[in-house]
Protein backbone atom coordinates (compact mmCIF):
# COMPACT_ATOMS: atom_id res chain seq x y z
CA UNK A 1 0.00 0.00 0.00
CA UNK A 2 1.65 3.81 -0.72
CA UNK A 3 2.53 5.55 2.13
CA UNK A 4 0.35 8.37 1.54
CA UNK A 5 -3.18 6.12 1.88
CA UNK A 6 -1.82 4.81 4.83
CA UNK A 7 -0.80 8.41 6.04
CA UNK A 8 -4.34 9.71 5.23
CA UNK A 9 -5.75 6.81 7.06
CA UNK A 10 -3.82 7.28 9.84
CA UNK A 11 -4.86 11.30 9.69
CA UNK A 12 -8.21 10.13 9.49
CA UNK A 13 -8.22 7.78 12.71
CA UNK A 14 -6.35 10.54 14.76
CA UNK A 15 -9.41 13.09 13.52
CA UNK A 16 -11.57 10.61 15.39
CA UNK A 17 -9.64 10.34 18.45
CA UNK A 18 -9.58 13.89 18.58
CA UNK A 19 -13.18 14.68 18.44
CA UNK A 20 -14.12 11.98 20.84
CA UNK A 21 -11.35 13.40 23.30
CA UNK A 22 -13.49 16.59 23.14
CA UNK A 23 -16.62 15.12 23.60
CA UNK A 24 -14.84 13.10 26.55
CA UNK A 25 -13.58 16.88 27.80
CA UNK A 26 -17.58 18.53 27.51
CA UNK A 27 -19.07 15.57 28.97
CA UNK A 28 -17.12 15.57 31.88
CA UNK A 29 -17.44 19.44 32.33
CA UNK A 30 -21.68 19.13 31.59
CA UNK A 31 -21.49 16.43 34.66
CA UNK A 32 -19.07 18.73 36.83
CA UNK A 33 -20.89 21.61 36.49
CA UNK A 34 -24.55 20.21 36.87
CA UNK A 35 -23.61 18.52 39.99
CA UNK A 36 -22.35 22.17 40.86
CA UNK A 37 -25.15 23.74 40.13
CA UNK A 38 -27.14 21.50 41.74
CA UNK A 39 -24.99 21.79 44.75
CA UNK A 40 -24.93 25.79 44.68
CA UNK A 41 -28.49 26.19 43.55
CA UNK A 42 -26.54 27.94 40.64
CA UNK A 43 -28.79 28.45 37.99
CA UNK A 44 -26.43 30.81 35.65
CA UNK A 45 -23.93 27.59 35.58
CA UNK A 46 -27.34 24.84 35.06
CA UNK A 47 -28.20 27.38 31.76
CA UNK A 48 -24.53 26.97 30.75
CA UNK A 49 -24.63 22.88 31.12
CA UNK A 50 -28.01 23.13 29.13
CA UNK A 51 -26.43 25.13 26.47
CA UNK A 52 -23.15 23.04 25.79
CA UNK A 53 -25.21 20.39 25.33
CA UNK A 54 -25.87 21.45 21.89
CA UNK A 55 -22.00 21.25 20.86
CA UNK A 56 -22.42 17.27 22.09
CA UNK A 57 -24.77 16.41 19.94
CA UNK A 58 -22.94 18.20 16.94
CA UNK A 59 -19.93 15.95 17.53
CA UNK A 60 -21.57 13.27 18.03
CA UNK A 61 -23.15 13.45 14.48
CA UNK A 62 -20.05 14.13 12.85
CA UNK A 63 -17.75 11.07 14.59
CA UNK A 64 -21.18 8.91 12.99
CA UNK A 65 -20.56 10.05 9.85
CA UNK A 66 -16.94 10.09 9.69
CA UNK A 67 -16.71 6.81 11.00
CA UNK A 68 -18.97 5.41 8.13
CA UNK A 69 -17.46 6.95 5.63
CA UNK A 70 -14.49 5.54 7.22
CA UNK A 71 -15.46 2.51 6.86
CA UNK A 72 -17.14 2.69 3.35
CA UNK A 73 -13.37 4.48 1.62
CA UNK A 74 -10.94 2.30 3.58
CA UNK A 75 -12.50 -1.08 4.45
CA UNK A 76 -10.89 -1.39 7.08
CA UNK A 77 -10.06 -4.89 9.22
CA UNK A 78 -9.13 -6.26 12.54
CA UNK A 79 -7.90 -3.48 15.12
CA UNK A 80 -8.69 -0.11 12.27
CA UNK A 81 -12.59 -1.93 11.94
CA UNK A 82 -12.65 -1.77 15.89
CA UNK A 83 -11.21 1.32 16.20
CA UNK A 84 -13.73 2.80 14.14
CA UNK A 85 -16.91 1.32 15.40
CA UNK A 86 -15.69 1.96 19.10
CA UNK A 87 -15.62 5.32 18.20
CA UNK A 88 -19.23 5.14 17.03
CA UNK A 89 -19.99 3.57 20.10
CA UNK A 90 -18.09 5.85 23.23
CA UNK A 91 -19.97 8.76 21.17
CA UNK A 92 -23.16 7.44 21.01
CA UNK A 93 -22.53 6.98 25.55
CA UNK A 94 -21.24 10.50 25.72
CA UNK A 95 -23.81 12.20 24.11
CA UNK A 96 -26.26 10.15 26.61
CA UNK A 97 -23.93 11.88 29.46
CA UNK A 98 -24.63 15.04 28.12
CA UNK A 99 -28.29 14.37 27.75
CA UNK A 100 -28.31 13.14 31.63
CA UNK A 101 -26.26 16.14 32.96
CA UNK A 102 -28.63 18.51 30.79
CA UNK A 103 -31.23 16.73 32.80
CA UNK A 104 -30.19 17.16 35.81
CA UNK A 105 -29.57 21.20 35.27
CA UNK A 106 -33.09 21.17 34.01
CA UNK A 107 -34.23 19.97 37.78
CA UNK A 108 -32.02 22.63 39.16
CA UNK A 109 -34.13 25.73 37.48
CA UNK A 110 -37.14 24.05 38.24
CA UNK A 111 -35.70 23.47 42.20
CA UNK A 112 -34.14 26.84 42.40
CA UNK A 113 -36.51 28.27 44.61
CA UNK A 114 -37.55 25.71 46.88
CA UNK A 115 -36.24 25.14 50.54
CA UNK A 116 -33.85 22.49 50.12
CA UNK A 117 -31.48 20.82 53.04
CA UNK A 118 -28.23 20.23 52.39
CA UNK A 119 -27.81 17.53 54.16
CA UNK A 120 -29.77 15.26 51.37
CA UNK A 121 -27.78 16.98 48.21
CA UNK A 122 -24.62 15.71 49.68
CA UNK A 123 -25.23 12.53 49.16
CA UNK A 124 -25.77 13.48 45.69
CA UNK A 125 -22.49 15.58 45.13
CA UNK A 126 -20.33 12.22 46.86
CA UNK A 127 -22.29 10.26 44.50
CA UNK A 128 -21.40 12.71 41.50
CA UNK A 129 -17.89 12.55 43.18
CA UNK A 130 -17.60 9.38 42.14
CA UNK A 131 -19.27 8.86 39.04
CA UNK A 132 -16.72 12.18 37.62
CA UNK A 133 -13.46 10.14 38.54
CA UNK A 134 -15.10 7.09 37.01
CA UNK A 135 -15.70 9.34 34.01
CA UNK A 136 -12.13 10.70 33.79
CA UNK A 137 -10.65 7.12 34.27
CA UNK A 138 -12.58 5.82 31.56
CA UNK A 139 -11.57 8.77 29.44
CA UNK A 140 -8.20 8.09 30.43
CA UNK A 141 -8.26 4.46 29.91
CA UNK A 142 -9.78 4.43 26.35
CA UNK A 143 -7.00 7.47 25.22
CA UNK A 144 -4.23 5.01 26.21
CA UNK A 145 -5.89 2.01 25.11
CA UNK A 146 -5.21 0.74 28.26
CA UNK A 147 -7.85 -2.36 28.89
CA UNK A 148 -6.35 -3.07 32.78
CA UNK A 149 -7.79 0.31 33.71
CA UNK A 150 -11.03 -0.39 31.80
CA UNK A 151 -11.58 -2.79 34.11
CA UNK A 152 -10.74 -1.03 36.88
CA UNK A 153 -13.72 1.46 36.30
CA UNK A 154 -15.98 -1.54 35.00
CA UNK A 155 -15.42 -3.08 38.32
CA UNK A 156 -15.82 -0.07 40.53
CA UNK A 157 -19.77 0.40 39.01
CA UNK A 158 -21.20 -1.87 41.84
CA UNK A 159 -20.11 1.10 44.30
CA UNK A 160 -21.90 4.12 42.63
CA UNK A 161 -24.93 1.21 42.36
CA UNK A 162 -24.77 0.90 45.91
CA UNK A 163 -24.59 4.10 46.94
CA UNK A 164 -27.58 5.24 44.35
CA UNK A 165 -29.75 2.82 46.65
CA UNK A 166 -28.86 3.91 50.12
CA UNK A 167 -29.75 7.24 48.32
CA UNK A 168 -32.51 6.50 47.40
CA UNK A 169 -33.91 4.77 50.91
CA UNK A 170 -32.72 7.91 52.39
CA UNK A 171 -34.68 10.55 49.66
CA UNK A 172 -38.27 8.49 50.22
CA UNK A 173 -37.47 8.70 54.28
CA UNK A 174 -37.21 12.43 53.84
CA UNK A 175 -40.46 12.62 51.70
CA UNK A 176 -42.29 10.55 54.35
CA UNK A 177 -41.09 12.82 57.13
CA UNK A 178 -41.90 16.07 55.77
CA UNK A 179 -44.59 16.88 52.59
CA UNK A 180 -42.69 19.75 51.99
CA UNK A 181 -40.18 17.39 51.20
CA UNK A 182 -41.66 15.65 48.32
CA UNK A 183 -41.48 17.97 45.71
CA UNK A 184 -37.55 18.67 46.07
CA UNK A 185 -37.30 14.96 46.47
CA UNK A 186 -38.56 13.68 43.43
CA UNK A 187 -36.10 16.43 41.90
CA UNK A 188 -33.64 14.85 43.57
CA UNK A 189 -34.28 11.37 42.90
CA UNK A 190 -34.56 12.02 39.40
CA UNK A 191 -31.25 13.58 39.58
CA UNK A 192 -29.32 10.50 41.54
CA UNK A 193 -30.72 8.21 38.73
CA UNK A 194 -29.52 10.51 36.21
CA UNK A 195 -25.76 10.14 37.85
CA UNK A 196 -25.91 6.78 38.22
CA UNK A 197 -26.80 6.16 34.40
CA UNK A 198 -23.67 8.41 33.46
CA UNK A 199 -22.33 5.58 35.53
CA UNK A 200 -23.68 3.24 33.72
CA UNK A 201 -22.24 4.81 30.22
CA UNK A 202 -19.00 4.99 31.87
CA UNK A 203 -18.73 1.50 32.00
CA UNK A 204 -20.45 0.87 28.93
CA UNK A 205 -16.98 2.59 27.50
CA UNK A 206 -15.29 0.66 29.97
CA UNK A 207 -16.35 -2.55 27.63
CA UNK A 208 -16.06 -0.89 24.93
CA UNK A 209 -12.39 -0.70 25.43
CA UNK A 210 -12.28 -4.26 25.85
CA UNK A 211 -13.59 -5.20 22.67
CA UNK A 212 -11.45 -2.74 21.06
CA UNK A 213 -8.09 -4.74 22.43
CA UNK A 214 -10.32 -7.91 21.76
CA UNK A 215 -12.73 -8.20 19.92
CA UNK A 216 -14.58 -9.56 22.13
CA UNK A 217 -17.86 -8.14 23.52
CA UNK A 218 -17.87 -8.54 27.79
CA UNK A 219 -20.22 -11.20 28.28
CA UNK A 220 -20.29 -11.95 32.00
CA UNK A 221 -22.64 -10.07 34.01
CA UNK A 222 -21.70 -6.43 35.20
CA UNK A 223 -21.05 -6.21 38.93
CA UNK A 224 -24.53 -4.59 39.64
CA UNK A 225 -25.41 -3.89 42.67
CA UNK A 226 -29.11 -3.38 41.43
CA UNK A 227 -31.27 -6.00 43.65
CA UNK A 228 -32.23 -2.94 46.07
CA UNK A 229 -32.53 -0.69 43.72
CA UNK A 230 -35.85 -1.34 43.51
CA UNK A 231 -36.46 -1.16 47.40
CA UNK A 232 -39.48 0.21 49.04
CA UNK A 233 -39.46 1.94 52.51
CA UNK A 234 -42.95 2.27 54.49
CA UNK A 235 -43.78 5.36 56.52
CA UNK A 236 -42.80 5.60 60.29
CA UNK A 237 -43.29 7.62 63.18
CA UNK A 238 -45.30 11.49 63.49
CA UNK A 239 -45.86 11.59 59.28
CA UNK A 240 -48.04 7.70 58.95
CA UNK A 241 -49.29 8.74 62.72
CA UNK A 242 -52.68 9.76 61.95
CA UNK A 243 -53.08 6.78 59.45
CA UNK A 244 -53.46 3.07 59.16
CA UNK A 245 -50.50 0.85 59.20
CA UNK A 246 -48.57 0.63 56.01
CA UNK A 247 -47.58 -2.20 54.02
CA UNK A 248 -44.28 -3.18 55.22
CA UNK A 249 -40.79 -2.68 53.95
CA UNK A 250 -39.11 -5.01 51.74
CA UNK B 1 -21.43 -5.39 -11.52
CA UNK B 2 -22.36 -8.69 -11.76
CA UNK B 3 -26.14 -9.74 -11.02
CA UNK B 4 -25.14 -12.12 -8.13
CA UNK B 5 -23.02 -10.07 -6.17
CA UNK B 6 -26.06 -7.14 -6.56
CA UNK B 7 -28.46 -10.51 -5.57
CA UNK B 8 -26.58 -10.87 -2.93
CA UNK B 9 -25.79 -7.39 -1.07
CA UNK B 10 -29.84 -7.28 -1.76
CA UNK B 11 -29.77 -10.58 0.58
CA UNK B 12 -27.52 -8.82 2.72
CA UNK B 13 -30.31 -5.97 3.32
CA UNK B 14 -33.63 -7.67 3.36
CA UNK B 15 -31.51 -9.39 5.93
CA UNK B 16 -30.94 -6.13 8.56
CA UNK B 17 -34.58 -5.63 7.56
CA UNK B 18 -35.88 -8.47 8.80
CA UNK B 19 -33.78 -8.56 12.52
CA UNK B 20 -35.11 -5.19 12.90
CA UNK B 21 -38.61 -6.22 12.45
CA UNK B 22 -37.74 -9.13 14.84
CA UNK B 23 -36.50 -6.56 17.24
CA UNK B 24 -39.82 -4.39 16.72
CA UNK B 25 -41.88 -7.10 17.09
CA UNK B 26 -39.96 -8.08 20.53
CA UNK B 27 -40.11 -4.43 21.71
CA UNK B 28 -43.19 -3.95 21.21
CA UNK B 29 -44.20 -7.26 23.04
CA UNK B 30 -41.91 -5.99 25.76
CA UNK B 31 -43.69 -2.93 26.30
CA UNK B 32 -47.26 -3.69 26.34
CA UNK B 33 -46.79 -6.46 28.94
CA UNK B 34 -44.46 -4.44 31.11
CA UNK B 35 -47.48 -2.12 31.54
CA UNK B 36 -50.16 -4.81 31.58
CA UNK B 37 -47.76 -6.63 34.17
CA UNK B 38 -48.15 -3.56 36.00
CA UNK B 39 -51.63 -2.84 35.64
CA UNK B 40 -52.83 -6.55 36.88
CA UNK B 41 -49.60 -6.91 39.03
CA UNK B 42 -48.78 -9.98 37.38
CA UNK B 43 -44.74 -10.80 38.47
CA UNK B 44 -45.13 -13.66 36.24
CA UNK B 45 -45.63 -11.68 33.09
CA UNK B 46 -42.82 -9.19 34.37
CA UNK B 47 -40.46 -12.10 35.07
CA UNK B 48 -40.71 -12.93 31.44
CA UNK B 49 -40.23 -9.27 29.90
CA UNK B 50 -36.86 -9.54 31.66
CA UNK B 51 -36.16 -12.54 30.15
CA UNK B 52 -37.07 -11.33 26.79
CA UNK B 53 -34.25 -8.41 27.03
CA UNK B 54 -31.44 -10.87 26.73
CA UNK B 55 -32.90 -12.02 22.92
CA UNK B 56 -32.94 -8.02 22.50
CA UNK B 57 -29.68 -7.22 23.59
CA UNK B 58 -28.22 -10.57 21.46
CA UNK B 59 -30.46 -9.07 17.92
CA UNK B 60 -28.79 -5.48 18.22
CA UNK B 61 -25.61 -6.43 18.22
CA UNK B 62 -25.86 -8.84 15.60
CA UNK B 63 -27.59 -6.03 13.66
CA UNK B 64 -24.66 -3.79 14.37
CA UNK B 65 -22.05 -5.87 13.21
CA UNK B 66 -23.98 -7.23 10.09
CA UNK B 67 -24.26 -3.99 9.04
CA UNK B 68 -20.64 -3.01 9.87
CA UNK B 69 -19.73 -6.10 7.70
CA UNK B 70 -21.57 -4.65 5.06
CA UNK B 71 -20.50 -1.32 4.75
CA UNK B 72 -16.53 -2.77 4.45
CA UNK B 73 -17.38 -5.17 2.00
CA UNK B 74 -20.05 -3.29 0.11
CA UNK B 75 -19.15 0.04 0.19
CA UNK B 76 -22.54 1.35 -0.76
CA UNK B 77 -23.19 5.16 -1.36
CA UNK B 78 -26.23 7.15 -0.97
CA UNK B 79 -29.62 5.52 -0.51
CA UNK B 80 -27.98 2.17 0.35
CA UNK B 81 -25.03 3.66 3.21
CA UNK B 82 -28.44 5.58 4.72
CA UNK B 83 -29.94 1.96 4.79
CA UNK B 84 -27.30 0.57 6.75
CA UNK B 85 -26.71 3.77 9.43
CA UNK B 86 -30.56 3.74 9.51
CA UNK B 87 -30.43 -0.52 10.55
CA UNK B 88 -27.64 0.36 13.39
CA UNK B 89 -29.18 3.53 14.72
CA UNK B 90 -32.86 2.39 14.71
CA UNK B 91 -32.00 -1.31 16.43
CA UNK B 92 -29.85 1.09 18.97
CA UNK B 93 -33.67 2.79 20.28
CA UNK B 94 -35.17 -1.04 20.04
CA UNK B 95 -32.37 -2.02 22.30
CA UNK B 96 -32.85 0.83 24.56
CA UNK B 97 -36.97 0.80 24.36
CA UNK B 98 -36.30 -3.06 25.50
CA UNK B 99 -33.96 -1.81 28.34
CA UNK B 100 -37.25 0.85 29.06
CA UNK B 101 -39.62 -2.26 29.37
CA UNK B 102 -37.47 -4.55 31.75
CA UNK B 103 -36.73 -1.86 34.00
CA UNK B 104 -40.24 -1.13 34.10
CA UNK B 105 -40.87 -5.48 34.89
CA UNK B 106 -38.09 -4.91 37.74
CA UNK B 107 -39.99 -2.03 40.22
CA UNK B 108 -43.13 -4.42 39.22
CA UNK B 109 -41.79 -7.08 41.28
CA UNK B 110 -40.37 -4.15 43.76
CA UNK B 111 -44.32 -3.18 44.44
CA UNK B 112 -46.38 -6.42 44.09
CA UNK B 113 -46.58 -6.57 47.64
CA UNK B 114 -47.93 -2.81 48.18
CA UNK B 115 -50.99 -1.61 48.52
CA UNK B 116 -52.25 0.27 45.03
CA UNK B 117 -55.00 2.11 44.25
CA UNK B 118 -56.43 1.39 40.43
CA UNK B 119 -56.70 4.77 40.05
CA UNK B 120 -53.09 5.95 39.95
CA UNK B 121 -51.90 3.02 38.01
CA UNK B 122 -54.42 4.08 35.43
CA UNK B 123 -52.86 7.16 34.26
CA UNK B 124 -50.08 4.86 33.98
CA UNK B 125 -51.54 2.74 31.69
CA UNK B 126 -53.36 5.65 29.42
CA UNK B 127 -49.52 7.12 28.85
CA UNK B 128 -48.62 3.60 27.72
CA UNK B 129 -51.27 3.11 25.55
CA UNK B 130 -50.69 6.19 23.70
CA UNK B 131 -46.94 4.88 23.40
CA UNK B 132 -47.07 1.29 22.50
CA UNK B 133 -49.54 2.83 19.59
CA UNK B 134 -46.95 5.49 18.35
CA UNK B 135 -43.93 2.35 18.90
CA UNK B 136 -46.57 0.54 16.25
CA UNK B 137 -47.30 3.25 14.08
CA UNK B 138 -43.06 3.88 13.76
CA UNK B 139 -42.36 0.57 13.25
CA UNK B 140 -45.11 0.18 10.29
CA UNK B 141 -43.56 3.64 9.16
CA UNK B 142 -40.05 2.29 8.67
CA UNK B 143 -40.80 -1.16 6.81
CA UNK B 144 -43.04 0.60 4.62
CA UNK B 145 -40.57 3.83 4.24
CA UNK B 146 -43.73 6.20 4.83
CA UNK B 147 -41.92 9.62 5.97
CA UNK B 148 -45.31 10.54 6.63
CA UNK B 149 -46.50 8.28 8.82
CA UNK B 150 -43.00 8.66 10.41
CA UNK B 151 -43.91 12.39 10.59
CA UNK B 152 -47.15 11.95 12.46
CA UNK B 153 -45.22 9.75 15.17
CA UNK B 154 -42.43 12.58 15.15
CA UNK B 155 -45.83 15.82 15.68
CA UNK B 156 -47.20 13.17 18.65
CA UNK B 157 -44.76 13.09 20.56
CA UNK B 158 -45.74 16.04 22.24
CA UNK B 159 -49.28 14.49 23.62
CA UNK B 160 -47.10 11.77 25.48
CA UNK B 161 -45.53 14.35 27.24
CA UNK B 162 -48.20 17.00 28.24
CA UNK B 163 -49.85 13.26 29.92
CA UNK B 164 -46.57 12.46 31.60
CA UNK B 165 -46.57 15.79 33.32
CA UNK B 166 -50.25 15.95 34.37
CA UNK B 167 -49.25 12.29 36.10
CA UNK B 168 -46.02 13.47 37.31
CA UNK B 169 -48.19 16.39 39.23
CA UNK B 170 -51.01 14.28 40.21
CA UNK B 171 -48.55 11.19 41.48
CA UNK B 172 -47.00 13.88 43.72
CA UNK B 173 -50.20 15.20 45.09
CA UNK B 174 -50.92 11.44 45.97
CA UNK B 175 -47.17 11.15 48.01
CA UNK B 176 -48.13 14.34 49.94
CA UNK B 177 -51.82 13.29 50.90
CA UNK B 178 -50.43 9.86 52.75
CA UNK B 179 -47.25 9.12 52.96
CA UNK B 180 -47.90 5.42 52.56
CA UNK B 181 -48.52 6.20 48.78
CA UNK B 182 -44.59 7.48 49.03
CA UNK B 183 -42.62 4.29 47.69
CA UNK B 184 -45.67 3.18 45.60
CA UNK B 185 -46.06 6.13 43.49
CA UNK B 186 -42.16 7.13 43.46
CA UNK B 187 -41.76 4.00 41.57
CA UNK B 188 -44.96 4.88 39.57
CA UNK B 189 -42.77 7.71 38.89
CA UNK B 190 -39.95 6.08 37.17
CA UNK B 191 -42.24 3.83 35.63
CA UNK B 192 -43.92 6.76 33.96
CA UNK B 193 -40.72 8.67 33.11
CA UNK B 194 -39.54 5.20 31.71
CA UNK B 195 -42.62 5.40 29.20
CA UNK B 196 -42.14 8.94 28.10
CA UNK B 197 -38.29 7.66 27.66
CA UNK B 198 -39.96 4.79 25.34
CA UNK B 199 -41.75 7.85 23.79
CA UNK B 200 -38.49 9.71 22.91
CA UNK B 201 -37.33 6.76 21.03
CA UNK B 202 -40.03 6.40 18.40
CA UNK B 203 -39.25 10.03 17.73
CA UNK B 204 -36.17 8.66 17.40
CA UNK B 205 -37.03 6.19 15.01
CA UNK B 206 -39.11 9.08 13.22
CA UNK B 207 -36.31 11.01 12.63
CA UNK B 208 -34.17 8.21 11.30
CA UNK B 209 -37.14 7.29 8.99
CA UNK B 210 -36.60 11.32 7.66
CA UNK B 211 -32.71 10.83 7.43
CA UNK B 212 -33.07 7.43 5.69
CA UNK B 213 -35.62 8.99 2.89
CA UNK B 214 -33.74 12.57 2.49
CA UNK B 215 -29.86 11.95 3.82
CA UNK B 216 -30.87 14.77 6.11
CA UNK B 217 -31.05 14.80 9.97
CA UNK B 218 -33.93 16.92 11.08
CA UNK B 219 -32.43 19.88 12.66
CA UNK B 220 -35.77 21.64 14.05
CA UNK B 221 -37.09 21.66 17.58
CA UNK B 222 -38.61 18.87 18.76
CA UNK B 223 -42.83 19.34 19.29
CA UNK B 224 -41.96 18.46 23.23
CA UNK B 225 -44.39 19.67 26.05
CA UNK B 226 -41.47 19.70 28.86
CA UNK B 227 -41.49 22.58 30.40
CA UNK B 228 -43.50 20.98 33.31
CA UNK B 229 -41.52 18.14 33.22
CA UNK B 230 -39.75 19.97 35.74
CA UNK B 231 -42.67 21.42 37.34
CA UNK B 232 -42.74 20.92 41.41
CA UNK B 233 -45.72 20.89 43.61
CA UNK B 234 -46.81 21.66 47.29
CA UNK B 235 -48.28 20.42 50.01
CA UNK B 236 -52.14 21.24 50.78
CA UNK B 237 -54.47 20.15 53.12
CA UNK B 238 -54.30 17.93 56.26
CA UNK B 239 -50.30 16.62 55.28
CA UNK B 240 -49.10 19.30 55.60
CA UNK B 241 -51.72 20.91 58.62
CA UNK B 242 -48.52 20.08 61.15
CA UNK B 243 -46.22 21.78 59.72
CA UNK B 244 -45.20 25.48 58.68
CA UNK B 245 -46.36 26.41 55.44
CA UNK B 246 -44.26 24.90 52.31
CA UNK B 247 -42.63 26.61 49.93
CA UNK B 248 -45.34 28.00 46.73
CA UNK B 249 -45.78 26.12 44.02
CA UNK B 250 -44.11 27.07 40.44
Known amino acids: MPDHIVSSYDNDLDRLRRLIS ?70 GDLERIGDLAKNIAKRVLAISDEAQPQKIVQGVQHMSDLVQEQLKDVLDAYAGRDTKAAHDVWERDGAIDALYNSLFRELLT ?34 TIQYLATGENPTGERP ?6 YATVSPQGAAAESAPPGPSAA
Not at 68 to 83: H, T
Not at 224 to 229: E, F, G, L, T, V
Request: a negative charge.
Open 224 to 229: KNDASN
Open 174 to 207: YMMEDPRNISFCTHLLFCAKNIERIGDHTTNIAE
Open 22 to 91: EMGGIAEKMTDEASLALVRRDTGLAQSVIVADKRLDALQREIEEKSVLLIARRQPLAIDLRETISSIRVS
